[in-house]
């Protein structure tokens, strides 16, 4: 198996095992991951999740480029379904346990979008991270773009991002990046440490805590209507109490009522509708306040009604485009609301 798990006394043990690849992540190694998460977020009794990766020198060097990740385009690339971001985690808003980061070496591109997905890291002294998607004609589509930024000032952010230069554990644990840096003999007694505190607390409210702190920053960094597009393959539908909220970037006109007729044939295409309902959701909650999805996939209908500005009609239909390239669902637009 490509990646190793354990379970014992309330902790999780999550190991990328690919030594000899720089623990980088093939499609086998993602399924694998998505199906831990999942199998964590199930399991009351897990506490606490160590993720780590095999050997000293490598904590995961990102996606497997020979694998074939490099044969496909960018646009490919980011067509691929990963609502949780790199291995399933970065951009992950439904596994709320904590996640310790065990960097035990190398940590870049989606290796280090990982890293950005934990709660708490911490590295050993010869660790070093960074985002090398730009020197190789890529971009860090699996969250790097969207939670560096938002870690540390934006001008150190840039600057990794814009050169693909690698910072030192230490220099990432000044920019906050890091909670704590030990040498690497000492790395499992720290990782211990940290397990131990967290297992002292109540666990109900550190998942809460972990949860609302989740969802305060995806609230207070809400992005621009004209920037949301580029990231929304990348995140999960936000709560409706929070994405109703979001009223600063729509003038509104003539109200309508807009609905979404499937024409999908079989349960084969179901989780594409739903992939589709659930990006088309994210998206307009970007822009406009109160969008309501109602997806029914017994009936193969789905309704989102509010009242919009031709001009978000316009940025309606261009997402339609952009994300229903075989014609899944048609957009059409009624002038007098329905109750």
């Known amino acids: 198996m490509p990646v190793k798990f354990s379970r014992q006394d309330h902790v999780a043990r999550v190991t990328i095992d690919r030594a000899d690849r720089m623990n980088a992540v093939d499609d086998a190694t993602a399924d694998e991951l998505e199906a831990i998460w999942q199998r964590i977020e199930a399991d009351n009794d897990v506490r606490v999740v160590v993720l780590s990766g095999s050997g000293e020198k490598a904590f995961c060097a990102g996606a497997d480029m020979k694998q074939g990740a490099a044969s496909k385009s960018g646009l490919e690339y980011w067509a691929d379904a990963r609502p949780g971001g790199f291995g399933g985690l970065t951009l992950r808003k439904s596994l709320h346990v904590p996640v310790i980061a065990r960097v ?3 940590a870049v591109g989606g290796g280090f979008e990982l890293v950005l997905g934990c709660d708490i890291v911490v590295a050993a002294e010869h660790a070093s991270f960074g985002l090398p998607e730009a020197r190789v004609g890529r971009m860090p589509l699996d969250g790097g773009m969207i939670v560096l930024p938002r870690m ?3 001008k150190i952010a840039m600057g ?7 910072i030192s554990a230490q220099e990432a644990e000044t920019h906050g990046l890091v909670n704590e840096v030990v040498a690497a003999d000492d790395l499992d007694a720290a990782v211990d440490r940290w397990i131990a505190q967290i297992l002292k607390c109540a666990p109900l409210s550190v998942k809460a805590i972990k949860e609302c702190v989740k969802e305060i920053l995806t609230y207070a960094k809400r992005l621009p209507t004209d920037e949301c597009e580029v990231f929304i393959p990348h995140m999960e539908g936000a709560p409706s109490r929070i994405a109703s909220d979001s009223t600063s970037f729509v003038h509104r006109k003539t109200p309508f009522v807009l609905n979404i007729h499937t024409r999908w044939q079989g349960k084969e295409d179901d989780q594409r509708c739903i992939d589709w309902a659930r990006q088309f959701h994210e998206a307009t909650n970007q822009f406009a306040r109160g969008v309501y999805v109602n ?3 017994d009936e193969g209908k789905s309704r989102v009604r509010d009242a919009y500005s031709d001009e978000v009609w316009d940025k309606l239909v261009q ?3 952009k994300y229903d390239p075989g014609n899944l ?3 059409n ?7």
């Open 160 to 166: 990794m991002l814009l050169t693909g230069n690698r």
């Open 295 to 297: 997806f029914l996939s």
């Open 333 to 339: 637009q009624n002038i007098e609301p329905s109750p």
């Open 319 to 321: 997402l339609k485009n």
């Open 152 to 154: 540390i000032p934006q």
């Open 104 to 106: 035990n070496g190398l």
């Open 329 to 331: 669902f048609s957009l």
